[in-house]
Structure formats: C-alpha cells, structure tokens
C-alpha cells in the first residue's frame, strides 16, 4: 500500500530534487559562493513537501483503512499492514493510540479508529529538530544519532574542530558528506531521480538523513 494514485507527485518530486541538488553543490557553484548555506537551505526546502507528502499519504491511507472497516472487519494480515504504514506516519505517541485499536480482537474498532485517526496527525521531523534536545522522542534521536553514525558525520565532526575552520577546510568536509549522503541514498535506494518513487517505508529513513544533516551544518556552520 503506497497512497493514492490521484495523490499528488508534486511534492515527492520537489523532496527528490533537493536532495539530489543537496549532493551536487559542484555542478551549480560558479552560481553559489557558500556550499555550507547551499547545503543547509536545501534540506529547510524540503520542510513544506514533506509535510504535504506525509499529510497526503496519511489522509489517504485513513481513508482505505475507514472503508474497509466499512465493508468488514481488518484480517490479521491487514492489521498488521495498517500497522506499518502508521509507524511510518506517526509519532511514537500517537502511533500506540492507532495501533492499539489494530487488532481483529479490537472492541468498537471501527469507531474508536475512526475517533482516534481525526485527533492526530502526521509527525514532522523539523517539529521534532525545533524541540530542545532533552524534550526530543528517544526513539527519535536513537534513529538520528544512528544515521549520524553511518554517514560519519560524527567522525567529520572531530575533523572539523580539530583546526580551525578555514574556507578550505569546511570545503574538504563538505565533499565527504555529500559523497557519504550519495553513497547510503544508493545503498537503501532512497531515490534521487524524480522518475523514482518514494515509498512510506523510506520515509523514517529520509527524515532522518535530513535531520543528521541538518544538525551537523547547524552545529558546525
């Protein structure tokens, strides 16, 4: 289950393109003097398309769960289904609330998912990255902290205080990134061609590659 085919592509096909454009500041610098602002506005660009994928992706997939509800009681199987792609959507709070009622064995489910899915709505990593350290989801940061990890950002991190941070050598770092963040875009096929699509299953993975990048430009800008 992937959404609607009348939803919109609009917004996947602005998401792809800046992170593509985000791993390619070489072809366009003779137009951009500052790669660390290029880099870091290309990810903010990709706040309102997220939000408007997720909200799309999420109001769609209410819909089919509430008329197959209509129709009949979810299967095991389906359940489970409608169970991952809300774990995709949702917060960890507002996903325990959904998923509780997804089960065959589920009293007055079709009402009580019907209450609960109009309360809530599709989280939003940049909510999430706004939020004080301390006051971020656990789970959240384990899922940052570990993209951070894979792409080395950790390890770029030590480089860039370890000298000061000249023109050149923030350059340097930045070559590495973006070469890191193409790299485990092609390794998990997160797409960066707008021919591809973007499946709800990616999406903790891509947040969550926006949000290791945006804290590492942020924190070493």
């Known amino acids: 289950m992937t959404g609607s085919p009348e939803s919109d592509s609009t917004p996947q096909l602005i998401i792809v ?20 602002e290029f880099m870091l506005r290309k990810l903010q660009e990709t706040e309102e398309p997220l939000t408007a994928f997720k909200s799309d992706l999420f109001r769609t997939t209410r819909e089919r769960l509430l008329t197959e509800l209509e129709t009949g009681g979810l299967s095991a199987e389906r359940c489970s289904d409608y169970r991952l792609l ?27 998912l019907r209450q609960v899915l109009a309360q809530i709505q599709p989280a939003s990593l940049f909510v999430e990255e706004r939020k004080p350290a301390e006051q971020r989801s656990p789970s959240w940061d384990k899922l940052v902290s570990g993209l951070s990890h894979r792409l080395e950002l950790d390890h770029l991190g030590t480089v860039m ?20 963040v193409a790299e485990y875009c092609c390794v998990v096929r997160i797409p960066t061609d707008p021919q591809d699509t973007i499946t709800p299953f990616m999406l903790p993975r891509i947040e969550a590659l926006i949000a290791a990048n945006l804290r590492f430009l942020l924190r070493y800008r």
Request: charged share 25%; aromatic share 8%; proline share 7%.
């Open 161 to 180: 205080v370890r000298k000061p941070p000249t023109a050149q050598r923030k350059a340097m770092v930045l070559r590495r990134v973006r070469r890191n």
């Open 17 to 36: 393109a800046r992170l593509a454009e985000y791993c390619q500041f070489r072809t366009i610098q003779k137009y951009e003097a500052d790669p660390w």
């Open 86 to 112: 809300f774990e995709c959507l949702l917060c960890a709070g507002d996903f325990a609330d959904a998923a509780i009622h997804l089960s065959p064995s589920a009293p007055n489910q079709a009402e009580s």
